[in-house]
């Protein structure tokens, strides 16, 4: 199953809410935001226009969704029983398209997301001691940019 790929939409905001929530249980990540405050995050995204959604195409479900403005990757999340499928490289791939290069800041701690964006050409840029996120984890920034050749069909 390949999954459709759209902008999403302001009814979105419940399932992007309900993605975020769900990656919110590491036993790392302390919990902040209470759902409801989830949800209006997401709305907010959305009210943006910064984000495309990966959708089965069969049920219509939510697997997972990027916000980007510009080349700033705000948020990648993918439901847990979608992972390993490729979507998030779907997603990924389909900003890569768009801008000539991405950057995103992942927590230190977050060892599946920081294998996934080195595995897709992304290199660390610097480091945070977590004084700049709201959890106060210590946070890795990440960059990918076109290769050289590629960069001239993308608008500055």
């Known amino acids: 199953m390949t999954p459709h790929l759209r902008p999403a939409r302001t009814l ?6 309900r993605l975020m929530a769900e990656a919110a249980h590491q036993p790392w990540k302390p919990r902040l935001h209470s759902g409801a405050e989830t949800i209006a995050m997401a709305g907010q995204m959305i009210d943006h226009g910064w984000v495309t ?18 080349s700033y990757v705000h948020a990648l999340f993918i439901a847990p029983a979608a992972q390993g499928r490729g979507i998030g490289r779907g ?14 800041w992942t927590f230190e701690a977050n060892l599946q997301a920081r294998r996934f ?16 996120n709201d959890e106060g984890l210590p946070d890795l920034h990440y960059l990918w940019e076109a290769p050289a050749s590629a960069s001239s069909e993308f608008p500055i």
């Open 117 to 132: 964006y080195e595995a897709l050409g992304f290199r660390l840029t610097a480091r945070g001691d977590g004084s700049a």
């Open 53 to 70: 959604v990966a959708e089965d195409p069969a049920s219509g479900h939510l697997l997972g969704f990027l916000a980007r403005d510009g």
């Open 12 to 17: 979105d905001a419940g399932g992007l809410g």
């Open 91 to 104: 997603l990924v791939a389909s900003a890569q398209q768009l801008v000539a290069r991405l950057e995103l």
